[in-house]
């Protein structure tokens, strides 16, 4: 029994890793990979809504589109520094914004390092020598134009922003959504820009990981060469917002340009690494064919069309568990709500199967072994290492952390069911279709 544990403990991955700090408060943390000829570059920020204020919503997710627009010694714009960045090999190539944090990443070709080096030094030091009303103009407008295009006139999508604006009522900065509000990026000016990205675009408010395909002394030396002549920023205010506990179910019924109606349920869960039973949770309820929630609404009764389980792991006031069921033609929002609702109220009655657990226990691998594929980009390596250093300040609880999940008991699944998933404590907004319109034509 002994050897059959050490030899499962010894097969989780880990990530080896050297972290470090320059004299302007730079976090780096290196780590090599020679599987492959190519390096994952990413740089974590730590700011994201958390860090706005109210009438300011939407600052982190716009410097995120800021952030392409060239810097002082990368003229150019969005074009200029994807089209740069892919002559020269590379590949997973974006920035992602998030609740607590933004972060910038590429995966390149391993002699092009220094150039993305370079890069990320520069815009990290010498964005603001470029911003000018011009670009905060276009790219304000850029951002309005993806809210409409991806929340407002997406199917459920002002649902989705709906829920959010329930569970975190304001004065909580989480309200604002990420992308923010039209109101408030059409109020910003450009000194309220500037002032954000001094506070909290600095070395001292980042972290650097590297990994791929190269030498650690090699690496700190070019680490070194562009990042540390960069000047240490001010200290970020502390984030003093709180969630509150919620008194009471609250309900709301929207409508929308879709063809079916639709259940979301939403509640308050764990910080980041608060509860490692979380995961598991959301995937006993709704990971995969054989989940619960599948098995009784889409297969068994068939009063749903799909249905889904999720829990954001970054939300430091407090992730975000979502439970939503698409209700299927011929049914109504009534009957997934109320089976929705006597799944979850099951799992806080009894532990589920240990069969279930082991499944959702696969589920959870499978899906990081695939990400832990890729030495950078959304969920690789070096994506990780950002991760557990943020939450943390260890990269290492990658493997400590993957650790306590896959030793989750059925147990501790009823007790955080029993803890966050109470009626009282939940949202529940139902989406119906908009009335079909009236003909205007006149009888011929």
Do not use: C
Request: zero cysteines; glycine letters at 8%; charged letters at 25%.
């Amino acid at each position: 029994m002994l050897a059959a544990m050490l030899i499962a403990a010894a097969a989780l991955p880990q990530i080896p890793f050297e972290k470090y700090q320059l004299a302007n408060g730079l976090t780096v943390i290196v780590s090599e990979d020679h599987r492959a000829p190519v390096v994952g570059v990413d740089v974590w920020y730590h700011v994201g809504a958390v860090n706005e204020r109210k009438g300011r919503s939407g600052f982190a997710h716009l410097f995120e589109h800021l952030m392409f627009q060239g810097s002082k010694h990368l003229h150019g714009d969005e074009r200029t520094v994807f089209a740069m960045l892919e002559r020269n090999g590379a590949t997973n190539l974006n920035g992602t914004t998030e609740w607590d944090r933004t972060n910038y990443f590429e995966t390149m070709p391993a002699d092009r390092l220094e150039l993305a080096l370079w890069l990320e030094s520069d815009r990290m030091g010498f964005l603001l020598d470029t911003v000018d009303q011009k670009k905060l103009d276009t790219q304000r407008e850029v951002v309005r134009n993806e809210r409409r295009q991806s929340i407002e006139n997406v199917p459920y999508g002002r649902a989705e922003e709906r829920l959010v604006q329930l569970l975190y009522p304001q004065p909580n900065p989480y309200y604002g959504y990420v992308i923010g509000s039209h109101e408030d990026l059409v109020a910003a000016s450009l000194d309220d820009v500037k002032d954000f990205f001094r506070t909290y675009y600095a070395p001292n408010n980042a972290s650097l990981a590297l990994v791929g395909d190269f030498k650690i002394a090699e690496a700190k030396a070019l680490v070194e060469k562009y990042f540390g002549p960069i000047a240490r920023g001010p200290q970020k205010p502390a984030v003093t917002a709180k969630t509150e506990a919620h008194a009471g179910e609250q309900r709301e019924t929207l409508r929308d340009q879709v063809q079916l109606a639709k259940v979301l349920i939403g509640y308050v869960g764990p910080k980041p690494l608060e509860n490692a039973a979380a995961g598991p949770l959301t995937r006993v309820l709704a990971g995969g064919k054989s989940s619960r929630l599948y098995h009784d609404l889409v297969y068994q009764k068939k009063i749903a069309q799909d249905v889904s389980a999720s829990w954001d792991p970054s939300m430091q006031l407090g992730g975000l568990i979502e439970i939503s069921a698409t209700v299927q033609a011929g049914h109504t929002p009534e009957e997934v709500t109320a089976a929705l609702t006597e799944e979850v109220k099951r799992l806080r009655d009894a532990p589920p199967a240990q069969e279930e657990m082991d499944r959702a226990k696969r589920n959870l691998e499978a899906g990081l072994f695939a990400q832990l594929e890729n030495v950078g980009g959304f969920g690789g390596k070096a994506d990780q290492l950002n991760y557990y250093e943020m939450w943390a300040q260890d990269p290492g609880a990658f493997t400590t952390n993957l650790k306590a999940t896959l030793a989750v008991t059925p147990e501790q699944i009823q007790q955080l069911a029993q803890r966050y998933l109470r009626d009282e404590q939940r949202v529940l907004i139902t989406i119906l279709p908009e009335p079909p319109q009236a003909s205007s034509g006149g009888a011929k």
